[in-house]
């Protein structure tokens, strides 16, 4: 399985950006995905996690009611919708999976696939 993020760039505090993962093979299995990122000089976090076939979803309290963990199991991709960017949102943004689809295991960071990262740069 192979996932490729991209959609980072530099965006303007209060703009959107959507990220992207495009999976290899998104529908064969039951799998958790999400979104992480590491800002410099700090620890990698969750940003949001979901799962392909049930309704479930974490995400981070620094995001919530701002992004939104999205799937197309069509396209084989999985998004990050991000509005009302905040400059502290600087940060290099992973997708990883959980191929077993532990979400939970997941969110603590227990992914079997991660992806190259994109960077998305806030402004202030």
């Known amino acids: 399985v192979q996932l490729q993020a991209s959609g980072g760039g530099l965006v303007h505090a209060g703009g959107p950006l959507r990220l992207s993962c495009a999976v290899s093979?998104?529908?064969?299995?039951?799998?958790?995905i999400g979104w992480f990122r590491q800002a410099p000089g700090k620890e990698r976090e969750g940003v949001a996690c979901t799962h392909n076939r049930v309704s479930s979803t974490y995400y981070a309290d620094s995001v919530s009611g701002r992004f939104t963990i999205s799937t197309d199991n069509v396209k084989n991709t999985v998004y990050l919708q991000m509005n009302s960017l905040k400059p502290e949102d600087t940060a290099v943004y992973y997708c990883?999976?959980?191929?077993?689809?532990?979400?939970?295991?997941?969110?603590?960071?227990?992914?079997?696939?991660w992806g190259q990262g994109t960077l998305v740069t806030v402004s202030s």
């Open positions: 093979d998104l529908t064969s299995e039951s799998v958790a």
């Open positions: 990883a999976m959980n191929r077993r689809g532990f979400l939970r295991s997941l969110w603590a960071g227990t992914a079997d696939y």
